[in-house]
């Protein structure tokens, strides 16, 4: 296989979020139609039918297209029309709990802005320290910016094809730091330039560099989710080193960093969270206490309790790193609400939903054990993590309808919650 199609294999890996080791499907297994065929050699090397078979709106299915589109898939231009027709009939969107929506004393404004490439999945914001937004377009190859004052938008095109860019931060010095999912790297992009400077991971295994943070010494620290690693960057340098989480597939998710320096982050290949040792590298892990717990996102209170999003249970809980303790709350929307993208900010958690329909944006006060949420205008589709502006207003990035937005919070909540 050349290099080329093995990329664009892979990134189409990531459209439907199936692992890489899934290929080769036979004609038999597609519906029959006019461009049945045409899946089972083209698409059917790297989708798992049984992804596909989770479905989509119309809007969604010409979305995903224009994704493969961007890959550069091995399909005549004459038969996208076709093949789009044969995605909508044959699989439609999956039936998804409906979002459940419920007053409180929060008051907000939620804010959308369209990307302006077409298929360009949004994975990541990013609220940098100027005010703007930031985004990932994992399958257009460029980071996007707006200003949420003035609606100026612009986007950077990477340094390498099919880089796969995935998470976002940004240093004191206004460089805006990015995961190359799929090349294996960490890049810088000046935005004043728009010069890259790329750092290859140093182990040709460590597949999937994933989320990053900045620690209170500089430090760039992340994870590589399908290799089961933690690394650790040094931008003086450029030195990088990387350990290997002891649970086995693991996967090593969101990341932050407490007040005390360590890094926490997330294993949503297993039912656990784990902080490393920033001088020994030693990773540590919390076992949650259900099994089937999936720690997908995470957020740290100003009280050191880490907060977690468990995507396959449909709760939101909270961990005490010093004694071990944990507590859990349904998610409003019910048990496949999937929640996803988390923040702690004015007093409160705040998160969304990915599974219900509409996403919804949703409030936790610690304080009431009290729930709040809104739906998100255009339905949402698919918040995968939520980040911070300086404001403390959260901003999110949203996959499938190709949008970025801002959760204007006019009114926190309870003077007691809010911080």
């Not at 898939?73 to 027709?85: F, H, I, L, N, S």
């Not at 949503?268 to 099994?291: C, H, M, Q, R, V």
């Not at 739906?375 to 949402?380: E, K, L, V």
């Amino acid at each position: 296989m050349t290099r080329g199609k093995s990329l664009i294999l892979v990134l189409g890996m990531m459209v439907l979020g199936m692992p890489v080791a899934h290929a080769q499907y036979t004609a038999k297994e597609w519906p029959e139609g006019s461009s049945k065929q045409r899946f089972a050699d083209t698409c059917g090397g790297c989708h798992d039918i049984n992804r596909v078979r989770v479905g989509y709106t119309p809007d969604g299915w010409l979305t995903v297209v224009r994704m493969m589109q961007n890959m550069n898939a091995p399909v005549p231009a004459e038969e996208w029309g076709a093949m789009t027709d044969y995605l909508i009939k044959n699989f439609p969107e999956r039936k998804r709990p409906e979002a459940v929506i419920i007053d409180g004393p929060a008051k907000v404004d939620i804010k959308m802005w369209d990307v302006p490439t077409q298929g360009s999945r949004p994975h990541d914001p990013l609220g940098a320290r100027d005010g703007s937004i930031w985004w990932t377009g994992q399958l257009v190859n460029k980071l996007g910016r707006v200003d949420p004052k003035t609606g100026a938008i612009r986007e950077y095109t990477l340094k390498s094809a099919f880089t796969g860019p995935h998470g976002l931060v940004d240093d004191k010095a206004g460089n805006i730091w990015f995961t190359g999912n799929n090349t294996g790297l960490i890049g810088k992009l000046d935005p004043n330039t728009g010069v890259v400077t790329e750092y290859p991971l140093p182990d040709p295994n460590a597949k999937d560099p994933h989320s990053l943070t900045f620690d209170q010494s500089g430090i760039l620290w992340f994870t590589v989710q399908q290799a089961n690693m933690v690394g650790r960057l040094d931008p003086a340098s450029g030195a990088i080193k990387l350990v290997t989480s002891p649970t086995p597939k693991s996967r090593p998710y969101g990341i932050q960093i407490n007040e005390q320096g360590v890094p926490v982050f997330v294993e949503f290949g297993s039912n656990k969270i784990a902080t490393i040792d920033p001088k020994t590298l030693a990773i540590k892990e919390y076992p949650l206490p259900d099994a089937a717990v999936r720690p997908r996102r995470l957020a740290i209170g100003p009280d050191g309790m880490i907060w977690y999003a468990d995507f396959a249970r449909g709760f939101i809980g909270k961990l005490d790193l010093a004694t071990g303790a944990v507590k859990e709350w349904p998610s409003p929307s019910g048990p496949k609400s999937e929640p996803y993208g988390m923040v702690f900010t004015k007093g409160a958690v705040w998160y969304n939903e990915s599974g219900a329909k509409p996403n919804t944006i949703v409030r936790f006060d610690p304080a009431t054990e009290k729930f709040q949420s809104w739906a998100i205008p255009g339905g949402g589709d698919i918040v995968r993590n939520m980040s911070l502006l300086p404001n403390g207003d959260p901003v999110m990035a949203n996959s499938l309808v190709n949008q970025v937005g801002e959760v204007e919070i006019k009114q926190a909540g309870t003077p007691a919650a809010a911080h």
